[in-house]
C-alpha cells in the first residue's frame, strides 16, 4: 500500500491562502492519479481536485477557479494551492493515490487541518 503524509494546513483568514503538499511513498511506480479530499465535522468526507501523471486536472465545483492542482511526480508529491478561502472550505484534507484503472493504493494518511476564520 502507499502511504501519504499531508502537509501545510493551518490557520487563515477569509479570502487568505495555504498551500498544501502530500508526499506518497512505496508506490513503486504505480501512481498515475493524485487526488485531494476533504472532510469537515459531521459530513461525508468529498472530491475536491485530481491530477493524473501528465497534469490533466479536473475540480469539484465548490473549488473550481480558486484552488490549483499541481503535482511533482518525481517526488511523488503533489500540491493544492487554495486562494480566495472560505468559511465553508475548513475541513481535514487528505490526499489519495490510484492507479492508471483508477483503484486506490493509499492508506488514508493524517489529513492535514485547513481552519478558515477571522
Not at 461525508?44 to 501528465?54: C, G, H, N, P, Y
Not at 493544492?80 to 493515490?97: H, R, T
Request: hydrophobic fraction near 30%; charged fraction near 20%; aromatic fraction near 10%.
Amino acid at each position: 500500500q502507499v502511504q501519504v503524509v499531508e502537509s501545510g494546513g493551518g490557520l487563515v483568514q477569509p479570502g487568505g491562502s495555504l498551500r498544501l503538499a502530500c508526499v506518497a511513498s512505496g508506490s513503486d511506480g504505480r501512481i498515475y492519479f493524485m487526488d485531494w479530499y476533504r472532510q469537515a465535522p459531521g459530513k461525508q468526507r468529498e472530491f475536491v481536485a485530481t491530477i493524473d501523471s501528465l497534469g490533466r486536472t479536473d475540480y469539484s465545483d465548490s473549488v473550481k477557479g480558486r484552488f490549483t492542482i499541481t503535482r511533482d511526480n518525481a517526488k511523488n508529491t503533489v500540491y493544492l494551492q487554495m486562494n480566495s478561502l472560505k468559511p465553508e472550505d475548513a475541513a481535514v484534507y487528505y490526499c489519495s493515490a490510484r492507479s492508471r484503472s483508477g483503484d486506490y493504493l493509499v492508506n488514508w494518511g493524517q489529513g492535514t487541518q485547513v481552519t478558515v476564520s477571522s
